[in-house]
């Protein structure tokens, strides 16, 4: 819910309740200023009084919905941390909460893959810093294999996408599990592969050096994700480090 205080935040926070149920049930197009007062007990006014025009009365709902889904995505984040969960499994976890969100609230994830909107927002911001969290934990477990803020942006990406490719199709020809196959993808790029990284001759073979230095790579963002709860270091030596460490990641 949104937070409620004086008659002026009750009104409003009723009026985005409104809009959001219609849009969630019957689509963007029936959102209008006439039918969401009409719903809300208002004269229609009152909502550009409070909102602008219908546009702001949108982004406000898109707002207010991302808000309530990053609670929740919080909420699995930090559990996650406090039972020691796969740091894997619980990507995995936020992707398919993602995916599910956004399959269920067509209208509403349109509304939120729009990028000027996603700049705007702080709600956004919070989700994407939440992903971070996630790819961190991987990073710190040591399978990462890019940089940190390489895989986030991947991820998001790939998510992102993976919605508004399935959301295209007519819906009765949707394929969710589309969603699965990009997100093996995506993480056969970010991942450390499984098995040796080097060969029997410390990397000599064919493609050790290649391996070697993905174990480098590897080393590197593993340490970074770390640097910043050294304290035996100085501030200043901890940011040289992160300085370093980033470098031979992004090589």
């Known amino acids: 819910m949104i937070d409620q205080g004086t008659p002026r935040d009750e009104t409003r926070s009723r009026i985005v309740e409104v809009a959001g149920t219609m849009l969630r049930e019957r689509g963007a197009a029936a959102v209008t200023t006439r039918a969401v007062a009409d719903g809300a007990g208002v004269q229609a006014p009152t909502i550009y009084r409070l909102f602008g025009d219908k546009d702001g009365l949108l982004e406000a709902v898109a707002e207010h919905a991302m808000t309530t889904f990053s609670a929740m995505k919080a909420d699995a984040v930090r559990a996650a941390r406090d039972e020691a969960t796969d740091p894997v499994e619980d990507l995995r976890t936020g992707w398919s909460m993602t995916i599910g969100f956004g399959l269920a609230n067509p209208d509403l994830f349109v509304l939120l893959s729009d990028p000027e909107r996603g700049r705007r927002s702080a709600a956004a911001r919070a989700g994407t810093a939440l992903l971070a969290e996630r790819i961190q934990r991987v990073a710190e477990a040591g399978r990462l294999a890019v940089p940190e803020r390489r895989a986030v942006d991947l991820v998001h990406a790939a998510g992102t996408g993976a919605v508004l490719a399935i959301l295209a199709a007519p819906?009765?020809?949707?394929?969710?599990?589309?969603?699965?196959?990009?997100?093996?993808?995506?993480?056969?790029?970010?991942?450390?592969?499984?098995?040796?990284?080097?060969?029997?001759?410390?990397?000599?073979?064919?493609?050790?050096?290649?391996?070697?230095?993905?174990?480098?790579?590897?080393?590197?963002?593993?340490?970074?994700?770390?640097?910043?709860?050294?304290?035996?270091?100085?501030?200043?030596?901890?940011?040289?480090?992160?300085?370093?460490?980033?470098?031979i990641a992004a090589d």
């Open 171 to 247: 819906a009765d020809e949707r394929d969710p599990a589309l969603a699965d196959d990009v997100l093996e993808a995506v993480l056969g790029r970010i991942l450390v592969p499984s098995g040796p990284t080097t060969d029997d001759d410390g990397g000599a073979g064919p493609g050790g050096q290649g391996r070697g230095r993905d174990a480098v790579t590897s080393a590197a963002i593993t340490l970074r994700a770390a640097a910043r709860r050294l304290d035996r270091l100085s501030a200043a030596e901890r940011t040289m480090l992160a300085e370093w460490l980033d470098r």
